[in-house]
């Protein structure tokens, strides 16, 4: 699954927007200011796939897409009121392309953002309301075709991750993402809190039958019963603002990893494992999960104390891993905000490890952060700039990888002036001007000095060795259009201008 072009005439600030992605690469990270349109095009990519899944006519905004998958190339022309198919360039009707949908659609449709807005999540609603009343008729086939990640999800992956010893030996060595990541070893013990789910209450029921839950929950629940260490229900007063009522739980304990290892051979791999959890979370029945861990130095710690880059990289790349189909196609919008600098180095790197090099998948990626992006050529680039007649798009002119964070900062795709605090850059800017001032008043004289010595501890030398750059850095500094501020596209052309002229002028005086 690959997303090639995609034109769209009008939704939110994309107006008569095109964009060219490398179908060559797997992952595309889009760049750009706030309010681009970066999140709106994955939006927009989540609503095209939703329609297509559901048949239905996408209202929001017309379309051309083209992409390929399952071996095809596929093509739709999408109009307010149909839509037009192609296949390897031939027209088919609707009737025949939804006859090889498992071909023409992406196998998964999976989304992630990192903010608390609804905006993204709730294209993914109608899906997972098909998926429940499945799940309730005990049918037990692959996750949906659409999944939005939540953060309860996270916690799902951890307990998958622990429901295999093979996988569990794998994860906690050297390089496995338990150890090296979250410097978790082993699972202490697992507290299921289960509620007397909305749907249940006011009505009838037998204490065995979990509120009259059904279908495959029930059949998990039943499988988890045995396994629980003094099975305990409560009625507990649960506080809703000035008023109170009264909610049964359920809580399943089970006392170590044997335990888990041991219900979790009910399931045939931790993907079925992983997709049985979530029932019950789809069902309205789990309050909490409490997971206890061990860690390296043996001490305990709970799933609540992780922190939140922890948990938003279990719940991304630990859906990766249990998700993934081939033909995947994966919207991630600002999955990195709360990883530390190290963590996004590796980034991509353990996407591709836990996706695959091969995989026949894509990531189309939001950031903002110059270190995701530090080790990408530029064909995986896009960078989102604005002008007076909209939104473009286009790839930057060299790769990212190799410039270093400074200078992935300071190049076009982030335009910044400088990778220097505003501080210190005004203080090394005064101090060129004055440094090449021909008559320095005494007052001006003491300041030059102060702010050399002042750099001089920061590693900022007087001089270069050249003194053709010297004489540049001079001529630069008398332009008035120089300023130390983040650059649109004209900007950096008048700059570009303004250093060719200078270079022209110095060329000559050299040459006379």
């Given at each position: 699954?690959?997303?090639?072009?995609?034109?769209?005439?009008?939704f939110?600030?994309?107006?008569?927007?095109?964009i060219?992605?490398?179908?060559?690469?797997?992952?595309?990270?889009?760049?750009?200011?706030?309010?681009?349109?970066?999140?709106?095009?994955?939006?927009?990519?989540s609503?095209?796939?939703?329609?297509?899944?559901?048949?239905?006519?996408?209202?929001?905004?017309?379309?051309?897409?083209?992409?390929?998958?399952?071996?095809?190339?596929?093509?739709?022309?999408?109009?307010k009121?149909?839509?037009?198919?192609?296949?390897?360039?031939?027209?088919?009707?609707?009737?025949?392309?939804?006859?090889?949908?498992?071909?023409?659609?992406?196998?998964?449709?999976?989304?992630?953002?990192?903010?608390?807005?609804?905006r993204?999540?709730?294209?993914?609603?109608?899906?997972?309301?098909?998926?429940?009343?499945?799940?309730?008729?005990?049918?037990?086939?692959?996750?949906r075709?659409?999944?939005?990640?939540?953060?309860?999800?996270?916690?799902?992956?951890?307990?998958?991750?622990?429901?295999?010893?093979?996988?569990?030996?794998?994860?906690?060595?050297?390089?496995?993402?338990?150890?090296?990541?979250?410097?978790?070893?082993?699972?202490?013990?697992?507290?299921?809190?289960?509620?007397?789910?909305?749907?249940?209450?006011?009505?009838?029921?037998?204490?065995?039958?979990?509120?009259?839950?059904?279908?495959?929950?029930?059949?998990?629940?039943?499988?988890?019963?045995?396994?629980?260490?003094?099975?305990?229900?409560?009625?507990?007063t649960?506080?809703?603002?000035?008023?109170?009522?009264?909610?049964?739980?359920?809580?399943?304990?089970?006392?170590?990893?044997?335990?888990?290892?041991?219900?979790?051979?009910?399931?045939?791999?931790?993907?079925?494992?992983?997709?049985?959890?979530?029932?019950?979370?789809?069902?309205?029945?789990?309050?909490?999960?409490?997971?206890?861990?061990?860690?390296?130095?043996?001490?305990?710690i709970?799933?609540?104390?992780?922190?939140?880059?922890?948990?938003?990289?279990?719940?991304?790349?630990?859906?990766?891993?249990?998700?993934?189909?081939?033909?995947?196609?994966?919207?991630?919008?600002?999955?990195?905000?709360?990883?530390?600098?190290?963590?996004?180095?590796?980034?991509?790197?353990?996407?591709?490890?836990?996706?695959?090099?091969?995989?026949?998948?894509?990531?189309?990626?939001?950031?903002?952060?110059?270190?995701?992006?530090?080790?990408?050529?530029?064909?995986?680039?896009?960078?989102?700039?604005?002008?007076?007649?909209?939104?473009?798009?286009?790839?930057?002119d060299?790769?990212?990888?190799?410039?270093?964070?400074?200078?992935?900062?300071?190049?076009?795709?982030?335009?910044?002036?400088?990778?220097?605090?505003?501080?210190?850059?005004?203080?090394?800017?005064?101090?060129?001007?004055?440094?090449?001032?021909?008559?320095?008043?005494?007052?001006?004289?003491?300041?030059?000095?102060?702010?050399?010595?002042?750099?001089?501890?920061?590693?900022f030398?007087?001089?270069?060795?050249?003194?053709?750059?010297?004489?540049?850095?001079?001529?630069?500094?008398?332009?008035?259009?120089?300023?130390?501020?983040?650059?649109?596209?004209?900007?950096?052309?008048?700059?570009?201008?303004?250093?060719?002229?200078?270079?022209?002028?110095?060329?000559?005086?050299?040459?006379?």
């Open positions: 699954m690959r997303v090639d072009k995609l034109s769209i005439d009008k939110k600030n994309l107006q008569n927007f095109s060219d992605i490398d179908e060559t690469q797997s992952i595309s990270v889009l760049i750009g200011q706030n309010g681009s349109g970066k999140s709106n095009l994955i939006e927009a990519l609503i095209i796939f939703r329609d297509l899944d559901l048949e239905d006519i996408t209202v929001e905004f017309s379309y051309t897409i083209e992409y390929q998958c399952g071996g095809k190339k596929i093509k739709i022309v999408s109009n009121d149909k839509k037009r198919f192609f296949v390897d360039e031939e027209e088919v009707t609707k009737t025949a392309f939804y006859r090889g949908r498992s071909v023409h659609l992406p196998r998964n449709v999976f989304a992630y953002y990192s903010g608390t807005s609804r993204l999540e709730s294209h993914f609603d109608k899906h997972e309301e098909i998926f429940y009343r499945r799940l309730l008729d005990d049918d037990d086939r692959a996750l075709r659409m999944f939005y990640a939540r953060l309860i999800h996270s916690q799902f992956v951890l307990l998958a991750f622990f429901s295999l010893i093979d996988e569990l030996s794998k994860e906690t060595q050297d390089d496995g993402l338990l150890n090296k990541y979250l410097d978790v070893f082993g699972l202490e013990s697992v507290l299921f809190i289960l509620k007397e789910p909305e749907w249940r209450k006011g009505k009838g029921h037998r204490k065995s039958e979990f509120w009259g839950a059904r279908g495959v929950v029930r059949s998990f629940l039943d499988m988890l019963y045995p396994f629980a260490l003094a099975p305990l229900k409560e009625k507990v649960v506080k809703q603002g000035r008023s109170s009522s009264k909610r049964e739980f359920t809580y399943l304990f089970l006392k170590d990893q044997d335990q888990l290892l041991a219900f979790a051979k009910n399931f045939s791999e931790n993907t079925e494992f992983f997709k049985h959890l979530e029932s019950m979370y789809l069902s309205d029945l789990i309050e909490d999960i409490h997971i206890k861990m061990k860690k390296s130095d043996c001490t305990v709970t799933f609540n104390e992780m922190s939140e880059g922890e948990k938003q990289l279990l719940t991304v790349i630990g859906l990766i891993k249990f998700t993934k189909e081939q033909d995947t196609l994966f919207l991630l919008d600002e999955p990195d905000t709360h990883l530390n600098p190290a963590w996004k180095f590796d980034y991509l790197d353990l996407i591709e490890k836990y996706c695959g090099k091969a995989d026949n998948s894509q990531f189309i990626i939001s950031t903002h952060d110059p270190i995701v992006i530090s080790g990408l050529t530029k064909e995986s680039v896009l960078i989102f700039e604005r002008n007076e007649t909209g939104t473009y798009v286009k790839n930057p060299i790769d990212p990888r190799g410039l270093g964070i400074a200078g992935v900062l300071t190049s076009e795709i982030f335009g910044q002036m400088t990778a220097l605090d505003h501080k210190t850059q005004k203080d090394l800017d005064r101090k060129r001007q004055l440094q090449y001032k021909q008559d320095r008043t005494q007052e001006e004289e003491d300041l030059y000095l102060e702010l050399e010595g002042k750099l001089t501890k920061l590693g030398s007087r001089t270069t060795q050249d003194p053709l750059y010297d004489k540049f850095i001079e001529r630069l500094y008398l332009r008035p259009e120089y300023q130390t501020k983040p650059l649109t596209e004209s900007d950096r052309d008048e700059l570009m201008k303004i250093t060719d002229e200078i270079l022209s002028e110095l060329l000559k005086e050299e040459q006379a």
